[in-house]
């Protein structure tokens, strides 16, 4: 015997809203963004990155201001000069950019791959027997 009971008594389907719930999503990681950005500890670490870089380049030009000087520093700053033509003339852009293309494609491919991998899924779901 089924019991008959009223609409006004059933009790309500809840109704998802997903574009709210991306939209909360949303709030949530720029206000966590914005909060790191504008911490203290975000602004000691470029501090000390920033300090950091102006001691290096400190270093590094004190070492071709020595290194100018002997045999071994003209050897080397020839090779800078070579290398840096390499550069102007496209050579290494073109190293990069096929870097790059390969690079590009391995993601690809494991895209590819994870998609795969969520049809094969979906079809298997399908496939159960239903209850």
Not at 30 to 35: H, L, P, V
Not at 70 to 85: A, L
């Amino acid at each position: 015997m089924s019991q008959n009971i009223p609409d006004n008594e059933k009790p309500k389907e809840e109704s998802v809203d997903l574009a709210a719930e991306f939209a909360e999503l949303g709030k949530k990681i720029r206000s966590t963004i914005e909060t790191a950005w504008t911490s203290e500890e975000r602004k000691k670490i470029q501090s000390e990155i920033k300090d950091g870089l102006e001691r290096f380049v400190k270093e590094v030009n004190e070492a071709f201001k020595s290194a100018r000087t002997s045999e071994t520093g003209k050897k080397v700053e020839s090779e800078i000069k070579r290398v840096t033509e390499d550069i102007e003339s496209g050579k290494v852009a073109n190293e990069v950019r096929k870097g790059l293309v390969t690079g590009l494609r391995s993601l690809g491919n494991a895209l590819d791959k994870m998609a795969d991998s969520f049809s094969v899924a979906e079809e298997k779901k399908d496939e159960a027997p239903k209850k």
